[in-house]
């Protein structure tokens, strides 16, 4: 069983910078695709960013290319999305999700495991 936990939400200015973690019990990511989502209030869910854990190799939408940077941290089981010039229409709960596998897995049925989601605001 894979439990995940997010961390790092909260309110900022638009313009500024916030990093999200999303860490792991219960096993390791080993193998796992890692992805980042968010829902906005009256919105559905939407696909912000993923890394395949094995590779590093990363996926943005193109919303957020340029200014979020998704990473991992091996020895702490971790994956990290570092925020930069946040804007108003960043604001959403952002969700964790994780599941077995190396595809380009965009949609949120695609993923099996998910955190409770930390809010992220961003202020005008």
């Known amino acids: 069983q894979v439990q995940l936990v997010e961390s790092g939400g909260g309110l900022v200015q638009a313009g500024n910078s916030l990093r999200l973690s999303c860490t792991t019990s219960g096993r390791t990511f080993s193998s796992f695709v890692v992805a980042w989502f968010r829902q906005a209030p009256g919105k559905e869910r939407e696909f912000v960013a993923r890394?395949?854990?094995?590779?590093?190799?990363?996926y943005y939408t193109d919303s957020v290319k340029g200014r979020f940077t998704i990473s991992r941290d091996n020895a702490k089981n971790t994956v990290y999305l570092q925020m930069n010039s946040l804007k108003p229409e960043d604001t959403a709960v952002y969700y964790c999700?994780?599941?077995?596998?190396?595809?380009?897995?965009?949609?949120?049925?695609?993923?099996?495991?998910w955190g409770q989601g930390t809010q992220v605001t961003v202020s005008s």
């Open positions: 999700a994780a599941r077995y596998g190396r595809g380009n897995y965009l949609r949120s049925d695609d993923y099996n495991y």
């Open positions: 890394i395949f854990w094995t590779g590093g190799i990363t």
